[in-house]
């Protein structure tokens, strides 16, 4: 391990921890050039609602059947190697990405098969790496300050790059833009250097014993593998965020409104998160999850129904008040329960199986997605966007089933948990 933990300890977080943070953002703002606005510049490419649909079902689909194929490898590369020498690689797949951008233009944007899969490869290099890099850095009681903080600052990020990135598409070319991002991306690159790391003494990437050592019925076993169930579940969002964002440029139609709106949603869900951290606790938000978890469903049969820029807002409201809970909480507990079942050395093959699950849930809307392109259906498309968007309530509702089962003591252990503190301090 790069890093000692103890489970007793409440650790301050390193100065690379924090220099790996602002990396992690800069990505963020990397991330929100390469895919949304990459997406929105697609649709200019594209003859048909449908033909747009199809195309971007193609890249999304090529990025995550690359990034299933690549994970276990770069995963088991993270274990053997300086993890930090693996996520400078990562960017520099960005830096290259961003060039070819430059160079080829709309070329790139209409080899979308080509694109997919240097965007898998990058990305998953880049996970692979930044996982058990911010696992090993940031304790286990403070990963949940951690991650709300990224949240908040991601959010920020969503509320000034999409109006910037939005209104200088709209004046100057997609090219000229990505070389603003390459800078960004050269930024992230240097700083990546002031994060320190190394590789773990005698460490050894088993995916096959790991997953015989949470094959036990111990609770910390029973918390990981309830997540990777979760997770699964999880996949099904991203095909939602693809399908709203093609939902925002039919009714927008244009690069500039879409980072306008969301801009004005990012600022809602901020202060939602940030409430949420102050005054909840786990095992005690049954009610909000039950609450929330009517929105994307209402949300999305009123906009099915009665399609309009007003109902296209409702929904991205309902979606990302939602999506920012599920994003920041099943963040805490991925990092954290590793940590409690005592298998910190494992940290590279329980990323892998994330990974590896989410992909697979991806892979499997993201293919749907490109039938109906192909089929250029209107009553599949909104059957399967209602159905994806009740994956948000779903996960909610496995929220609430997770922290009652792991967080909320019954009587009878309340009595046990007294005596057994009075025998020990009698």
Same mark, same amino acid.
């Given at each position: 391990?790069?890093?000692?933990?103890?489970?007793?300890?409440?650790?301050?977080? &390193?100065?690379?921890?924090?220099?790996?943070?602002?990396?992690?953002?800069?990505? @963020?703002?990397?991330?929100?050039?390469?895919?949304?606005?990459?997406?929105?510049?697609?649709?200019?490419?594209?003859?048909?609602?449908?033909?747009?649909?199809?195309?971007?079902?193609?890249?999304?689909?090529?990025?995550?059947?690359?990034?299933?194929?690549?994970?276990?490898?770069?995963?088991?590369?993270?274990?053997?190697?300086?993890?930090?020498?693996?996520?400078?690689?990562?960017?520099?797949?960005?830096?290259?990405?961003?060039?070819?951008?430059?160079?080829?233009?709309?070329?790139?944007?209409?080899?979308?098969?080509?694109?997919?899969?240097?965007?898998?490869?990058?990305?998953?290099?880049?996970? @692979?790496?930044?996982?058990?890099?911010?696992?090993?850095?940031?304790? &286990?009681?403070?990963?949940?300050?951690?991650?709300?903080?990224?949240?908040?600052?991601? &959010?920020?990020?969503?509320?000034?790059?999409?109006?910037?990135?939005?209104?200088?598409?709209?004046?100057?070319?997609?090219?000229?833009?990505?070389?603003?991002?390459?800078?960004?991306?050269?930024?992230?690159?240097?700083?990546?250097?002031?994060? *320190?790391?190394?590789?773990?003494?005698?460490?050894?990437?088993?995916?096959?014993?790991?997953?015989?050592?949470?094959?036990?019925?111990?609770?910390?076993?029973? *918390?990981?593998?309830?997540?990777?169930?979760?997770?699964?579940?999880?996949?099904?969002?991203?095909?939602?965020?693809?399908?709203?964002?093609?939902?925002?440029?039919?009714?927008?139609?244009?690069?500039?409104?879409?980072?306008?709106?969301?801009?004005?949603? @990012?600022?809602?869900?901020?202060?939602?998160?940030?409430?949420? *951290?102050?005054?909840? *606790?786990?095992?005690?938000?049954?009610w909000l999850y039950l609450t929330l978890s009517t929105l994307p469903i209402i949300a999305s049969m009123?906009?099915?129904?009665?399609?309009?820029?007003?109902?296209?807002?409702?929904?991205?409201? @309902?979606?990302?008040?939602?999506?920012?809970?599920?994003?920041?909480?099943?963040?805490?507990?991925?990092?954290?329960?590793?940590?409690?079942?005592?298998?910190?050395?494992?940290?590279?093959?329980?990323?892998?199986?994330?990974?590896?699950?989410?992909?697979?849930?991806?892979?499997?809307?993201?293919?749907?997605?490109?039938?109906?392109?192909?089929?250029?259906?209107?009553?599949?498309?909104?059957?399967?966007?209602?159905?994806?968007?009740?994956?948000?309530?779903?996960?909610?509702?496995?929220?609430?089933?997770?922290?009652?089962?792991?967080?909320?003591?019954?009587?009878?252990?309340?009595?046990?948990?007294?005596? &057994?503190?009075?025998?020990?301090?009698?």
């Amino acid at each position: 391990m790069s890093f000692s933990y103890k489970l007793n300890e409440t650790a301050v977080d &390193r100065p690379s921890s924090r220099n790996l943070f602002i990396c992690h953002t800069m990505h @963020a703002i990397i991330e929100l050039f390469l895919s949304t606005f990459l997406i929105a510049y697609v649709y200019n490419l594209s003859t048909s609602v449908f033909d747009y649909i199809l195309k971007v079902g193609t890249l999304q689909l090529s990025v995550y059947t690359t990034f299933l194929l690549t994970n276990v490898f770069f995963s088991y590369l993270t274990d053997k190697s300086n993890r930090i020498w693996l996520y400078r690689l990562s960017l520099s797949f960005k830096l290259v990405m961003l060039i070819l951008l430059i160079f080829l233009g709309e070329k790139l944007a209409s080899l979308l098969v080509l694109y997919g899969f240097l965007t898998g490869l990058s990305e998953s290099c880049y996970y @692979a790496s930044y996982n058990v890099l911010k696992q090993e850095m940031v304790s &286990r009681k403070s990963i949940s300050s951690f991650s709300v903080f990224y949240q908040v600052t991601a &959010r920020m990020v969503n509320i000034i790059f999409p109006m910037i990135f939005g209104c200088l598409l709209d004046i100057q070319t997609f090219a000229q833009v990505s070389i603003y991002v390459l800078v960004i991306t050269l930024f992230a690159f240097i700083l990546s250097f002031w994060v *320190k790391a190394k590789k773990p003494e005698g460490s050894d990437f088993k995916l096959r014993e790991y997953l015989r050592k949470i094959s036990n019925q111990s609770e910390p076993a029973k *918390k990981i593998k309830f997540l990777y169930i979760c997770y699964f579940i999880y996949g099904f969002t991203t095909v939602v965020d693809s399908l709203t964002s093609i939902c925002i440029m039919l009714n927008f139609g244009s690069t500039f409104s879409l980072g306008y709106l969301t801009s004005i949603i @990012a600022v809602f869900v901020i202060i939602e998160i940030l409430l949420i *951290k102050r005054f909840t *606790k786990e095992g005690k938000r049954s009610w909000l999850y039950l609450t929330l978890s009517t929105l994307p469903i209402i949300a999305s049969m009123v906009f099915v129904f009665n399609q309009s820029i007003t109902t296209i807002i409702i929904y991205n409201f @309902a979606k990302n008040a939602t999506g920012i809970i599920i994003a920041t909480i099943y963040d805490v507990y991925r990092n954290s329960n590793l940590k409690e079942a005592g298998l910190y050395s494992e940290i590279s093959e329980h990323h892998a199986i994330v990974e590896i699950v989410l992909c697979l849930s991806r892979i499997f809307s993201y293919s749907l997605m490109v039938l109906i392109g192909l089929y250029a259906n209107p009553t599949i498309f909104n059957t399967l966007f209602i159905i994806f968007s009740c994956s948000f309530s779903l996960l909610l509702i496995l929220l609430m089933v997770y922290e009652k089962r792991f967080f909320t003591k019954t009587s009878e252990e309340k009595s046990m948990e007294i005596i &057994r503190k009075c025998l020990k301090n009698p």
